[in-house]
């Protein structure tokens, strides 16, 4: 295919255009994208660890209310147990506060709550704490006295270094579910409290998740990963059903459990996308301009080139006026040429004029020549 200068000039600087806006657009897509993924990850982060304060100290609260119970006791074991045990179960906002003892005696802060033959020892809040030999949360199960999802908070009594009892108390995870199912997300995403010791769900808007194993989540919610996540800045990707998901996760202080914000990837990006588009339209429009004006300044700085051509080419079909001169308008190579054409052509004009001089005298003598050759032949013949 036959291109001519003007559309190889022409192609030559829209491809570099080209070349320069996809490189720029990239470059500035990707540095918005990394501003909006690290805007969304402190977002979020922040959330996160503002909640997860909250119920940390929410708890703190509540573990240091049934410390109290147990200092108590460890100062006077034969102090009035119902009463402290009130005392504690109003002040921790508890659904239930008890004490049970090495004797296998269970003593409720209602008495009207106390069962003949039930026997502390036998149960499992009881053995764990035994087990652990320290203060306990239990993990989240469902009540039958209270009719919800609660944990138990425990700690051992000591006497002389020996444990002598265990009291306890059940925290109702109503109110604090709701809470954390409130929190708002980025991205129409949403919270879940996770128990990371115990491996089970909380909290999730899907109630059918509730005390579920984490690894039932999704990709990335397994204990080695969560674990890794939390030691860090705890943001990460996962894939939910086939969504992609943005999850940030955040430790809940006091406690085994940590608070997760699962956002939608592609809600989060949409405003990119946007910006990508109008990116586009404006590296496009912006494109068409500057081809338009390559076109014609191309044009422009190439009029002088095509005259010489003409010119050329008129010579060439010997049709060629050598009296003809170029307006040269610039001072640049093409404007040299045509200067150097002017020259060339004079030089012709001045060759072919003293060329037609000598062929005229030529002729000139040739016809003196033919007379006198003729004369003296006649001479001769006379």
Do not use: C
């Amino acid at each position: 295919m036959h291109l001519t200068l003007k559309t190889k000039l022409v192609i030559t600087s829209v491809a570099l255009i080209v070349l320069t806006i996809i490189s720029l657009g990239t470059f500035s897509y990707q540095t918005m994208k990394t501003q909006a993924w690290d805007s969304i990850r402190s977002e979020s982060g922040n959330t996160a660890k503002a909640y997860s304060l909250g119920i940390g100290d929410w708890f703190k609260g509540r573990q240091d209310a049934i410390t109290a119970m147990k200092e108590a006791i460890e100062r006077d074991p034969n102090l009035d147990m119902v009463a402290h045990l009130k005392q504690t179960f109003t002040s921790g906002g508890f659904g239930l506060s008890y004490y049970g003892d090495a004797e296998g005696v269970m003593q409720r802060q209602d008495p009207s709550l106390n069962q003949a033959g039930y026997d502390p020892r036998t149960r499992g809040w009881y053995k764990e704490t035994m087990a652990a030999n320290k203060a306990i949360t239990t993990k989240p199960y469902v009540s039958h006295t209270m009719q919800a999802l609660v944990v138990t908070l425990t700690e051992p009594v000591r006497e002389n270094g020996k444990i002598i009892g265990v009291t306890a108390s059940d925290l109702s995870l109503s109110t604090l579910i709701d809470d954390v199912l409130d929190i708002p997300v980025l991205g129409k995403g949403y919270a879940m409290l996770l128990d990371v010791s115990n491996k089970i769900v909380v909290a999730h808007p899907n109630e059918k998740m509730t005390l579920k194993p984490i690894l039932e989540l999704g990709q990335g919610f397994d204990a080695i990963n969560l674990n890794s996540e939390l030691a860090s800045d705890g943001f990460f990707f996962t894939e939910q059903n086939g969504v992609n998901k943005a999850v940030m996760v955040t430790a809940v202080p006091n406690t085994s459990w940590a608070i997760a914000l699962v956002m939608d990837q592609d809600t989060l990006e949409t405003p990119l996308n946007a910006m990508l588009f109008k990116l586009i339209l404006i590296g496009g429009l912006i494109l068409l301009f500057v081809s338009l004006f390559t076109g014609w300044l191309v044009t422009r700085q190439l009029r002088e080139l095509g005259t010489v051509s003409e010119a050329l080419a008129d010579i060439a079909n010997g049709e060629g006026d050598l009296t003809v001169r170029i307006n040269v308008t610039s001072d640049d190579e093409v404007g040299k040429l045509a200067e150097n054409f002017n020259q060339f052509v004079s030089r012709l004009h001045t060759m072919a004029s003293n060329l037609r001089e000598i062929t005229l005298e030529l002729n000139r003598s040739a016809t003196d020549s033919a007379d006198s050759a003729f004369q003296r032949s006649q001479n001769i013949r006379h």
